[in-house]
């Protein structure tokens, strides 16, 4: 009997045991500040770890169903770091709403742990066994808040939908796994279709719609977009950082093992497909979140619009085009979580900084908070010389280098008509008088210095993208 190589997946292995250790703590402590310690070290410790175990090799386990390559090293520590600055966001918020804080960090790692699984799973099913616990965990942080009936509705809405794309997702899986002859390795599937040639198994290409389906269901694309901006709107702040942001990374490298990694040679069908919904998402998350007057709900639109520019990036089909597509996801993530920062910093005392009206006057008694929203809501609209217009550039290119220069006009149109709703938040902060106090959340030292910092990359990455371009380049290589 051999026994697995335990080596790469020590990360995961560590965080399973602290997610233990933190429960236990909680129920045995008071003091609420010893969970969140344990937290930040555990996250710490990842990081520590998953450098460690870097040996620079692309190293398998687990009879090759788990993949430790340069995507999963750089995206597993990107992940980390973003996971670190949101505890320390929403630490005080989960206080102030008193949202059991224990119970919400084992959840949150869980989340993560299920993140870990989905960007190194070599296996269908383990792709979709992380997915499951990535979801089953968002569910439970989203009704958490258990006498919020608008939480409980958006965990219920979520809960349901997220059934559904599961289950459409796994039939798509069966499918695949009878037209390749049994195999749900991606690397056999991959095998199996180059024995096929060019003759695409038509049983194989109806799983791939079916696949194709659960997938963007994931990612937010119209018109399997439902969920986004009511759980968005129904989920506290604290969660919302957590969805806004740090889910989508993980959802991108799903994507690249299961359609670059095993169904590339289906390229040409599928990428129709995501071409297809990535304009319908431009379109419609646009022109939907114009008439949004929920900041949230706003967010929750506007990330449908920046997930077709993502999709895009799939359509390419190049290594320059993946490349662009890691570069937005990395950096709109960062951008979200500095958005969803800032609304966490404003809300206090069961006031939630969620609605356009709450935003009105910003500048007058919290000019930092307005400068730093402003530069966000700049970024996320794409005008240089911030990195969202660095990002959308280089799907562009990305686009025209391809020929699909109609789809790269459509898409600069569609950006121009989403400035409006992120220039909007702007005129309402600086240009209209407030009507009620915005109290402000007694953030340390460390937050408003690392949301100092968050909001200041967007700037510099922006205008020296170079570094990380090229860090991106190296992860999908």
């Not at 404003?346 to 400068?371: M, Q």
Request: charged share 10%.
């Amino acid at each position: 009997m051999t026994y697995p190589n335990l080596f790469p997946v020590l990360p995961e292995l560590f965080m399973a045991f602290m997610i233990v250790v933190i429960l236990l703590v909680d129920a045995f402590s008071i003091k609420k500040s010893i969970v969140t310690g344990l937290t930040l070290l555990t996250l710490v410790g990842c990081f520590v770890l998953q450098l460690h175990v870097d040996t620079g090799t692309t190293q398998v386990t687990f009879n090759n169903m788990f993949i430790l390559d340069n995507l999963a090293t750089g995206t597993k520590l990107v992940t980390y770091l973003l996971s670190f600055v949101v505890v320390i966001y929403i630490r005080r918020y989960l206080v102030d709403k008193k949202l059991h804080v224990g119970e919400f960090f084992a959840i949150f790692l869980f989340a993560i742990l299920g993140m870990m699984v989905m960007i190194s799973a070599y296996n269908m099913l383990v792709l979709y066994v992380g997915l499951e616990l990535l979801s089953l965990a968002l569910y439970g942080l989203i009704a958490l808040q258990r006498d919020s009936v608008k939480a409980t509705e958006s965990a219920m809405k979520f809960f349901i939908l997220g059934a559904l794309a599961s289950g459409i997702l796994l039939y798509g899986i069966s499918f695949i796994y009878g037209a390749t002859g049994g195999h749900l390795q991606l690397d056999q599937v991959l095998r199996a279709m180059t024995i096929d040639g060019n003759n695409i198994n038509p049983l194989l290409l109806f799983g791939l719609v079916f696949v194709v389906a659960g997938l963007v269901f994931k990612l937010g694309l119209v018109p399997f977009h439902m969920w986004i901006p009511d759980v968005y709107e129904g989920s506290p702040l604290a969660v919302g950082t957590v969805i806004g942001s740090l889910t989508k990374i993980a959802a991108v490298v799903f994507i690249i093992r299961f359609l670059i990694g095993g169904l590339v040679l289906a390229a040409q069908e599928w990428s129709m497909m995501l071409l297809f919904l990535a304009i319908l998402s431009l379109f419609f998350g646009n022109i939907i979140a114009i008439a949004q007057t929920n900041v949230k709900r706003m967010l929750g639109y506007s990330t449908v619009s920046h997930m077709g520019f993502v999709a895009l990036g799939f359509v390419t089909l190049s290594i320059e085009g993946l490349t662009s597509t890691l570069f937005y996801v990395v950096t709109y993530s960062f951008t979200a979580l500095a958005g969803f920062g800032i609304l966490t910093l404003l809300s206090k005392d069961g006031f939630e900084c969620e609605t356009l009206e709450d935003l009105k006057g910003l500048s007058k008694s919290h000019p930092v908070y307005a400068f730093f929203m402003m530069l966000v809501m700049f970024s996320m609209a794409g005008i240089p010389p911030l990195v969202g217009f660095y990002a959308k550039f280089k799907i562009l290119a990305a686009l025209i280098s391809i020929g699909y220069i109609g789809v790269a006009i459509f898409a600069v149109i569609m950006s121009l008509i989403g400035a409006f709703y992120y220039i909007r938040v702007v005129k309402f902060m600086y240009f209209d008088e407030p009507t009620k106090e915005v109290a402000v959340a007694d953030a340390c030292f460390v937050t408003r210095t690392l949301l100092a910092v968050n909001v200041l990359a967007l700037l510099v990455i922006g205008i020296l993208p170079t570094s990380v371009v090229i860090y991106c380049q190296h992860l999908v290589n």
